[in-house]
């Protein structure tokens, strides 16, 4: 797992690239959320540049991330009991990891845009997981 976090700084550096052919203001919205043992997670960001980082330890974690932006990008770690992420994406460029361990893992990532990139990996007894990637 040590190239996550390299991998997440390429794909917000491309993502800070292809957002920054413009001259007009841009805005970003940019969430780290860090739960151990907390109430689910529920994140609607809807700047142009949208970034979240959700990282999850508990007996039950639950992560929803919708974004509506031109560039969009999502990572979700969960390492509980039973884990359930959906990631929600619909701008030109969109960017979804889910990474679970423990004993039930569930994701969902949706992605409407030009360029959509979704990886999930599941390590539990019972993984379940749903991508759905769809050009204009």
């Not at 797992?1 to 940019?30: E, F, N, R, Y």
């Not at 509980?80 to 701008?91: E, L, P």
């Amino acid at each position: 797992m040590k190239h996550i976090p390299g991998l997440a700084c390429v794909a917000l550096l491309a993502l800070g690239c292809a957002g920054a052919g413009s001259a007009d203001a841009q805005t970003a919205d940019i969430k780290t959320i860090v739960s151990i043992g907390g109430p689910p997670v529920v994140l609607n960001q809807n700047s142009q540049l949208n970034a979240a980082g959700v990282f999850m330890i508990g007996g039950s974690t639950s992560a929803t991330v919708v974004q509506n932006g031109t560039n969009n990008a999502t990572g979700i770690l969960q390492f509980g009991g039973t884990n359930s992420a959906s990631v929600g994406q619909a701008g030109v460029n969109n960017i979804a990891f889910v990474g679970q361990t423990g004993q039930s893992a569930t994701s969902l990532v949706s992605q409407l845009g030009t360029m959509n990139t979704g990886t999930i990996a599941q390590f539990g007894a019972v993984n379940s997981s749903t991508v759905i990637q769809k050009s204009p």
